[in-house]
């Protein structure tokens, strides 16, 4: 993520607490061009099957204690660990870091609202978010079978995609649960705000086993800054803040 390499720390941070960590490259990088070649894909094939599998491999290593395997999600990631969890019922449990509990359309929208605020001229920020807004309900307007092209969607990305999305609530699915959940939330996030972690946190208020925590200095990559966060911030290398490691580090170790 630019000059930054967040999961980089989270492993090394992790495994300096003698955490055993599973790495691995999504596979739309590892397989990009065999995975833009697919008219159909679904958050299943890009994200949770892979998941799923990394638990399952984890499991079978003989260094790793099976029953105490947990998953830890980021943004996207955060935002599907509710799906995650309740295909794999042996997860000891789950960790979101900065996960959307909204809508990825909704989230575009908003965080290009954002952006457009720091530089965009005002004529040319409207027409833009009206266009913005026209493909964010084409995408609530989906339904099964559409011909929509993927050039007319969010990011070039197919139909399929966003019908496996549509309806899916992970603050409600993740009240469903019964594992322990841990969730951290940057206060300085532009990308997923507050707005999402207050989703969590209602959502989950009356259960017993979640653990909800923000930090007012750190952005989406849970690097520490000060004033609004900007994209520019990820030019700048940096580390995620050693507190995140060490926040996740003692509720491993409680589990």
């Known amino acids: 993520m630019g000059a930054n390499r967040p999961f980089r720390d989270l492993a090394e941070g992790l495994a300096s607490r003698d955490i055993v960590v599973l790495r691995y490259e999504k596979r739309t990088r590892q397989y990009a061009a065999k995975m833009?070649?697919?008219t159909e894909v679904t958050v299943q094939q890009e994200t949770v099957e892979d998941a799923l599998a990394a638990a399952a491999l984890l499991r079978a290593r003989p260094e790793v204690a099976p029953v105490r395997v947990c998953v830890l999600g980021h943004s996207l990631g955060g935002y599907v660990i509710p799906r995650i969890a309740r295909q794999d019922p042996k997860l000891a449990g789950v960790i979101i870091?900065?996960?959307?509990?909204r809508p990825l359309e909704d989230l575009i929208l908003e965080q290009t609202t954002y952006l457009f605020s720091l530089q965009a001229p005002p004529s040319q920020e409207q027409q833009q978010l009206e266009q913005l807004k026209q493909v964010a309900q084409r995408v609530k307007t989906l339904k099964p079978g559409s011909n929509v092209?993927?050039?007319?969607?969010p990011f070039g990305v197919p139909a399929s995609y966003w019908l496996d999305l549509q309806g899916y609530d992970p603050a409600t699915q993740a009240r469903s649960l019964k594992l322990p959940m841990l969730i951290l939330q940057?206060?300085?996030?532009?990308?997923?705000?507050?707005?999402?972690?207050?989703?969590?946190?209602?959502?989950?208020?009356?259960?017993?086993?979640?653990?909800?925590?923000?930090?007012?200095?750190?952005?989406?990559?849970?690097?520490s800054g000060e004033g609004k966060s900007i994209p520019a911030e990820y030019l700048k290398p940096g580390h995620i803040a050693p507190e995140v490691i060490t926040d996740l580090a003692n509720w491993i170790a409680a589990l």
């Not at 092209?149 to 969607?153: G, R, S, T, V």
């Open 186 to 223: 940057g206060e300085r996030d532009y990308q997923v705000t507050m707005a999402d972690f207050a989703r969590w946190r209602e959502a989950l208020k009356d259960r017993q086993n979640i653990t909800l925590r923000s930090y007012p200095a750190l952005n989406h990559l849970f690097q």
């Open 97 to 101: 870091l900065a996960g959307n509990a």
């Open 149 to 153: 092209p993927a050039k007319d969607l």
């Open 36 to 38: 833009s070649l697919l």
